[in-house]
């Protein structure tokens, strides 16, 4: 892993806040799968409140 990388709410893969893209830029990984683990979430209501805390949170990706 790179010394600085840093986790941000992603300008490129953006749905609604970023956070899933940014979460998923940061683990290398497929930004769907991360969608897919925040709508199983959602569910139990403790998805939605994880995502909106990260979406204020998270700052957004420096241009």
């Known amino acids: 892993m790179e010394a600085n990388k840093r986790l ?3 300008n490129r893969n953006k749905m609604i806040c970023g956070v899933c893209g940014g979460v998923a ?3 290398n990984i497929d ?3 991360v969608r897919l683990v ?3 979430l959602a ?5 939605l409140l ?3 805390l ?3 949170i998270i700052p957004m990706e420096p241009m």
């Open 8 to 10: 941000y709410r992603s």
């Open 25 to 27: 830029e940061y683990f």
């Open 31 to 33: 930004p769907t799968i």
């Open 38 to 40: 925040f709508a199983i």
């Open 43 to 47: 569910f139990s209501w403790k998805g």
């Open 50 to 52: 994880i995502y909106f």
């Open 54 to 56: 990260a979406a204020i």
